[in-house]
């Protein structure tokens, strides 16, 4: 029996952390897995966060020296695998075209991904790109939007420079525009940022 849950501890660990978490969770529950092994794919999970964590701070050491071409290699890998952070912080050398050719659409792109999984500034900078149609066709509704929720989720300064441009947003719109980003505002914070879409 534990050779059969040895090769799905194997397989999971190796395609999805939180689906092999939960596996971990339900056999343990089943008294069929032991503690040691548990102990193990702790350690193995805590690992795993501080590679990605590693890869993170090479690649902000070396876009701090210049060396965008090698953040831009550290950081691909990490946003393959949905690394919300490194998301954003490719999609922001996309942008600027540093390391890498300009790419307004793959930077939209990545920062869609990380403001999906609630990344902050990813979502204001995505609703950025929205108000000047830079990756993305121009659609104040949705900038609005975006812009709307990172407002309410900042903090501190960040959050007043939101609000700010939130409002300056809001006076090139209709009173029917706003209306419909606010309702699609909150309809994208109760899911999560998830589908997060205008209808048409």
């Not at 090769?7 to 999971?12: D, E, T």
Request: aromatic share 8%; proline share 2%; net charge positive.
């Amino acid at each position: 029996m534990l050779g059969h849950f040895g090769a799905l501890i194997v397989g999971s660990c190796g395609c999805n952390v939180h689906f092999a978490f939960v596996v971990y969770r339900e056999i343990a529950k089943m008294n069929q897995l032991p503690k040691q092994m548990l102990l193990v794919c702790a350690c193995m999970f805590s690992l795993v966060g501080q590679t990605a964590a590693d890869s993170l701070s090479d690649a902000q050491r070396a876009s701090d020296m210049g060396n965008y071409a090698k953040a831009v290699k550290l950081l691909k890998p990490l946003a393959a695998k949905g690394n919300a952070e490194a998301q954003f912080k490719l999609a922001t050398l996309y942008y600027s075209g540093r390391g890498t050719s300009m790419s307004f659409k793959e930077a939209a792109r990545l920062y869609r991904l990380s403001a999906e999984q609630g990344h902050v500034v990813a979502q204001s900078n995505l609703a950025t790109m929205y108000y000047w149609g830079e990756g993305v066709p121009i659609n104040y509704v949705m900038a609005h939007m975006w812009k709307n929720i990172a407002s309410n989720r900042a903090e501190g300064d960040r959050q007043l420079r939101y609000a700010e441009q939130l409002n300056e947003l809001a006076r090139n719109m209709t009173a029917k525009q706003i209306a419909e980003a606010t309702a699609l505002a909150r309809k994208c914070t109760a899911n999560r940022f998830k589908a997060c879409n205008q209808k048409r």
